[in-house]
């Protein structure tokens, strides 16, 4: 019904930057938050930063300052601008996103299938 499609991933130095990109597609009415997550080997899967409709963010600390999150609404998209990167940076990153399919539809929640950030000299 949904599809999240990432892309951006990739290897880069630290200080580096990367921007990841997440489209949404299928039966979608509206959407209330996007957002990213990554999971690093032997981590749970973290929220690095979120953004609502109305353009509200939410940030984990390790990242502000660094990283941006903005949102197309027209084109479902959201991007992360991930700058100065890290080591500790490194893992899957996720794109997420709650939306409903009709008007009068529950919050709905969809995952993609992850993109590999390296962080690494």
């Known amino acids: 019904q949904v599809q999240l499609v990432e892309s951006g991933g990739g290897l880069v130095q630290p200080g580096g930057s990367l921007r990841l990109s997440c489209a949404a597609s299928g039966s979608i009415f509206s959407i209330y938050t996007m957002g990213w997550y990554r999971q690093a080997p032997g981590n749970q899967r973290e929220l690095v930063a979120r953004?609502?409709?109305?353009?509200?963010?939410t940030y984990v600390n390790s990242v502000k300052g660094r990283f941006t999150i903005s949102r197309d609404i027209a084109k479902n998209t959201v991007y992360l601008q991930m700058d100065s990167l890290k080591p500790e940076d490194t893992a899957i990153y996720y794109c997420?996103?709650?939306?409903?399919?009709?008007?009068?539809?529950?919050?709905?929640?969809?995952w993609g299938q992850g993109t590999q950030v390296t962080v690494s000299s």
């Open positions: 997420n996103a709650d939306l409903r399919h009709s008007r009068f539809d529950i919050l709905r929640g969809y």
């Open positions: 953004i609502t409709d109305g353009g509200s963010t």
